[in-house]
């Protein structure tokens, strides 16, 4: 009699088999993302628990044997195809902040619109409006998040799925930090050279492929990547990559020497009120970046038409997880008064940041030190001085 072992390896073997079957016929019959699946990994399971249907980390294509032995030879191809466009979606680099059951079901259903151009049979259709056909997976998130969204079509439950289990048709693997630039790199370049050999193929692309291809042969930085490069380049770009701490070397620890120059921030908030929602996220992405550098301080200055508060954070003073942000004043505006507030306080900031809509008036000349002016998407930029990035409408992270 087999054992457990014995049973679960040859079912990893017979669908393992039965997946690379599947892929070519999926390279022949939709050359594009028949050829980016070539280039990932296949990787049959028999443990539910870490894969109940499907999964994809960007590189590597879960399955679970049970599930995959249990679907019809067109159902295969679908589910194939739809993690290799959870890859091409670049799905597990776009959580940020939200709410992981929401997202997933948003990014399953951005798929579902996709593959139903290809007239693959799916599975399971998750609840939603035919309407949100052509929007992003943000976008979807925020149609699902409202408290009276109802989905007004429906799909047959089958094969064991479950629209609870990890919040949509299958689980995705989030990843962040520097492993996520490599794998979205990596895939970036995947993307495009599958997209060359289809094209070459077929004479041209379909028109939602080629949409998609085209933003990943002229990526747009997020705000957030903006940022980063903004704050590091005022900073002299030396944060990273310091020589360790030579009193441990001798006792066999590497362990990173910890600069002593202090990074002077500060961050003006336009509290004029369409700045007020945009203020939680984009505190966060400059807390966490500030902290980066390890010794720090921001001063944050709310300001409509004059100062109305004034409050400073640091390494040794982060600001708390919890903090619930309060709009000050709300009156007229002008840019001018952070400016005097840092002049009069001796203040000798390395970086400026000016989070606000733009209406408002700005000092004739540029301050002594460099002014990043962060505008709300219909925003424009109050002065010829300072770098300008602005934040696009709805849920999108680009600029």
Not at 144 to 173: C, E, M, N, Q, W
Not at 297 to 318: G, K, M
Request: hydrophobic share 35%; proline share 6%.
């Amino acid at each position: 009699m087999k054992t457990d072992a014995e049973k679960d390896a040859k079912a990893v073997a017979t669908v393992m088999k039965g997946l690379e079957q599947d892929r070519m016929k999926l390279l022949n019959r939709q050359p594009f993302i028949g050829a980016v699946l070539m280039h990932l990994e296949l990787a049959p399971t028999t443990d539910a628990t870490l894969c109940p249907t499907a999964m994809t980390d960007g590189l590597t294509v879960y399955v679970n044997c049970k599930f995959y032995a249990g679907l019809d030879a067109e159902e295969r191809l679908f589910v194939l195809a739809h993690e290799t466009w959870h890859c091409v979606m670049l799905h597990f680099a776009r959580l940020q902040s939200r709410d992981r059951a929401y997202f997933n079901v948003a990014a399953d259903l951005e798929i579902h619109f996709i593959l139903s151009k290809e007239n693959m049979k799916e599975p399971f259709v998750l609840p939603h409006d035919p309407e949100w056909d052509g929007l992003s997976a943000e976008e979807i998130y925020e149609k699902l998040r409202k408290p009276d969204h109802a989905g007004t079509s429906g799909g047959r439950r089958s094969k064991g799925i479950s629209a609870s289990d990890g919040g949509g048709f299958d689980r995705h693997v989030y990843r962040s930090g520097a492993d996520d630039e490599k794998t979205v790199e990596k895939l970036r370049r995947i993307v495009i050279h599958s997209a060359q050999l289809a094209e070459r193929r077929q004479g041209s692309l379909p028109a939602h492929v080629s949409a998609v291809v085209e933003k990943l042969r002229k990526p747009e930085l997020n705000w957030k990547e903006l940022l980063k490069q903004f704050v590091t380049s005022c900073y002299g770009g030396s944060r990273r990559w310091l020589p360790p701490a030579r009193r441990y070397v001798g006792m066999g620890l590497y362990l990173q020497s910890r600069r002593s120059e202090r990074l002077e921030a500060v961050l003006a908030v336009d509290t004029s009120g369409s700045t007020m929602n945009d203020l939680p996220q984009f505190f966060a992405e400059l807390s966490g970046l500030l902290r980066s550098f390890g010794n720090y301080e921001l001063t944050v200055i709310h300001c409509d038409c004059e100062v109305q508060h004034a409050e400073t954070f640091s390494d040794a003073r982060p600001l708390p997880r919890d903090r619930k942000w309060t709009s000050f004043g709300n009156g007229g505006t002008s840019f001018v008064p952070p400016f005097e507030y840092v002049k009069t306080h001796g203040l000798r900031p390395q970086v400026f940041i000016y989070l606000t809509d733009g209406c408002g008036e700005a000092p004739e000349t540029s301050p002594p030190y460099p002014v990043l002016w962060v505008l709300t998407h219909d925003g424009e930029a109050p002065a010829k001085w300072g770098r300008c990035i602005k934040l696009k409408d709805g849920t999108d992270d680009k600029i």
